[in-house]
């Protein structure tokens, strides 16, 4: 079965990769189309030097050809066999393989590059590796599509020496010249040696993983206790007002119901009066009306024998009953107490926010593991960035440069400061490292709007900036300076910002993970906060992730 596969090979051109046409041999046993092979001599007639492109093997002369009558009928033997005697596709090339450098009508896939040839091979071109004994030196690797990577840009030689003064790999003529004297070993002897720095590497990963995996742990356990604490606070929040409701309720409903018994007596008692003004009312109207018909009839002695009883009864006087009954209203106090009830529940409401005030105070993490788990991704604007502010490491580093970069219009870029802004607008718990060198930089948040063309972070009252230099730092807002008087040595600047509570502070940050507070912000925050850079002349600015 192998053998006749093997067969079955030899019968293709290693050019073409196609069944043998006009099969010929050369003097070193190779066989090719003979239109193929002359086709390569073709093109070295201009060197003048004729060679096998298997086994690179040079003939003195260009070989004379002849064709081979036995592999003539070998292949007409095989083709006669059936449709499937031949493989029709070897090895074609899919997405993401590599070429084969040497396959010239069709190509193939690399299986091996050679590190001497510098090209990557198929498995018919690169039997010669195996089989000739020129090639026996040569070092073949798994196929490589950056092959040219492993090339010294200026020697045209491969890369195999590493220079520890540089940090970088070189070519043995690179030692000879620019980096003569320094300190140089074989790639393979640094391989090893930092390799074996992989064990301690590996180590310090796993104890990174082990303390995250514990915080994560605790930070869980935490979470757990702060939903308990929570839902029982919900719990006897919602008990104490459904208890408060339920007296109030029962308050209500019995003084709702003293109010009626009173109003029913008071009513009782008027209905009793007002039936007693009713007959004193008749009475007095039917003497007036005896007065009235006495007085006008003509006869003295009636008139004389009639009126005494008039004269000796008492006169008719205003009752104060009305009056009394106003008085004797037994609803005043109720107004009274009502009133008193609700400056009392007045107070109770006031208790109540206070309560709400100290729930709402959210005190500021004290580590920086604790600032890191507020944590946000930020990423420089494109479209802000002034002309001599270079923005690379996928927008999170930005360096001042002398060449005006050549970015195009954008209504929202500075072109009067050297200042940025982020892509991201922040308006609940954040928190953000940066990392600065040079002369001086400036750390901002400001709200987007036509004033930051303006004037420069910290002199409007839409921006809060601290600016940081090797002589001190300041904090700026709205043209408002204000001396830090805590020295910046650390070139490592941590800023939170709360943006419900409207504080912003910012921090130095020391090797030891020491937090130190810089300047702290307390106002009203109205609009997302947008973080902002100024870096001067000569100076860089990178955000960074906190561990």
């Not at 051109?13 to 196609?18: A, G, Y």
Request: proline share 4%; hydrophobic share 35%.
């Amino acid at each position: 079965m192998a053998e006749g596969r093997k067969t079955s090979d030899s019968l293709f051109c290693s050019v073409c990769l196609d069944v043998l046409k006009k099969p010929v041999t050369l003097h070193c046993g190779h066989n090719y189309c003979m239109d193929c092979i002359n086709g390569c001599w073709n093109q070295e007639d201009q060197k003048g030097v004729y060679s096998c492109p298997q086994c690179r093997y040079i003939f003195a002369t260009r070989p004379e050809l002849n064709k081979n009558t036995v592999l003539v009928d070998l292949v007409a033997e095989m083709s006669a066999g059936g449709q499937g005697a031949f493989p029709l596709v070897k090895d074609e090339v899919g997405p993401g393989d590599v070429e084969c450098d040497f396959c010239t009508v069709r190509k193939l896939k690399a299986v091996k590059s050679c590190l001497v040839c510098l090209a990557s091979y198929c498995a018919t071109h690169l039997q010669p590796h195996y089989e000739s004994a020129a090639f026996k030196r040569h070092k073949l690797v798994e196929v490589s599509a950056s092959i040219e990577e492993k090339i010294c840009s200026k020697h045209d030689k491969l890369l195999e020496v590493y220079c520890r003064s540089d940090g970088q790999c070189i070519c043995l003529l690179c030692v000879m010249d620019e980096h003569k004297g320094h300190d140089t070993v074989s790639a393979a002897a640094e391989r090893k040696e930092k390799q074996k720095q992989f064990g301690k590497k590996k180590q310090r990963y796993q104890h990174a993983i082990q303390e995250k995996e514990k915080n994560l742990r605790q930070l869980r356990q935490k979470m757990k206790a702060l939903q308990r604490s929570t839902d029982e606070a919900f719990d006897e929040n919602e008990k104490a007002y459904a208890d408060i409701v339920m007296m109030a309720d029962k308050r209500r409903c019995a003084l709702r119901e003293l109010i009626g018994d009173q109003a029913k007596a008071a009513g009782s008692r008027a209905e009793v009066h007002v039936d007693r003004l009713k007959r004193e009312l008749s009475d007095l109207r039917k003497a007036e009306e005896e007065l009235k018909q006495l007085s006008l009839t003509e006869d003295h002695i009636y008139f004389l024998q009639r009126c005494q009883p008039f004269f000796d009864g008492t006169e008719p006087e205003v009752s104060p009953d009305a009056n009394n009954i106003q008085q004797q209203t037994p609803f005043g106090y109720v107004t009274k107490f009502i009133s008193d009830l609700k400056d009392k529940m007045e107070t109770i409401a006031k208790a109540i926010a206070e309560i709400s005030e100290t729930f709402q105070v959210d005190p500021d993490p004290k580590t920086r593991q604790e600032f890191s788990m507020y944590s946000c991704h930020l990423s420089l604007d494109p479209n802000t960035a002034f002309e001599n502010l270079l923005l690379t490491e996928e927008n999170r580093k930005v360096t001042w440069i002398k060449k005006a970069q050549k970015y195009p219009f954008h209504p929202e870029r500075f072109t009067k400061y050297d200042q940025v802004l982020c892509t991201e607008g922040l308006s609940g718990v954040c928190y953000w490292e940066v990392e600065w060198k040079g002369p001086r930089v400036e750390v901002a948040v400001c709200y987007k709007g036509a004033d930051l063309e303006e004037s420069g972070f910290g002199f409007s009252d839409h921006s809060w900036c601290i600016s940081l230099s090797n002589f001190g730092c300041t904090f700026w807002h709205n043209e408002i300076k204000t001396k830090i008087p805590v020295p910046c040595s650390s070139s490592t600047v941590g800023v939170y910002l709360n943006h419900k509570m409207g504080t912003l502070s910012f921090y130095s940050l020391s090797d030891s993970d020491q937090v130190m507070l810089l300047h702290r912000v307390q106002t009203t925050f109205s609009q997302p906060l947008y973080p902002g850079f100024m870096v001067s002349r000569g100076s860089s600015l990178r955000i960074i992730t906190p561990e």
